[in-house]
Each structure stands twice: as structure tokens, then as C-alpha cells.
């Protein structure tokens, strides 16, 4: 559980200082996320989630 938080903890700071350095980048960004499919949207966080297990798995287990 204490992984877990410390996880929520770094993907809100890297959230918090992409939109405190980049604010405009940042909203075009959400902007171009509209154009892009709900299929297309499903694939790339599925890639992403998969990428992420892959991530944890080999550090807890080999690291």
C-alpha cells in the first residue's frame, strides 16, 4: 500500500510541474485530445497500462 501512494504521489507532482512549466503546451495538448477516436484513446492507455505492469513486475521481482 505505501508503494501505491508513493506512485499517486510522483504522478500528481510530474502532473503538477507539466502544467506549472508548459500551461500552454499543456492546453493544446487537451485540446488535440478531442480529435482523437475513443478506439484510439482505449489502445494508447491500454499500451501504457501494460508498459507500467511490465515496469513494476520486473522491479519487484528482480530488483
Do not use: C
Amino acid at each position: 500500500m505505501r508503494e501505491l501512494i508513493i506512485a499517486l504521489g510522483l504522478f500528481l507532482f510530474i502532473e503538477g510541474i507539466l502544467y506549472a512549466i508548459f500551461p500552454s503546451k499543456m492546453k493544446n495538448i487537451l485540446l488535440k485530445l478531442n480529435q482523437i477516436s475513443d478506439g484510439q484513446l482505449r489502445f494508447g492507455g491500454l499500451i501504457f497500462a501494460v508498459i507500467g505492469f511490465i515496469i513494476i513486475w520486473y522491479l519487484k521481482n528482480n530488483v
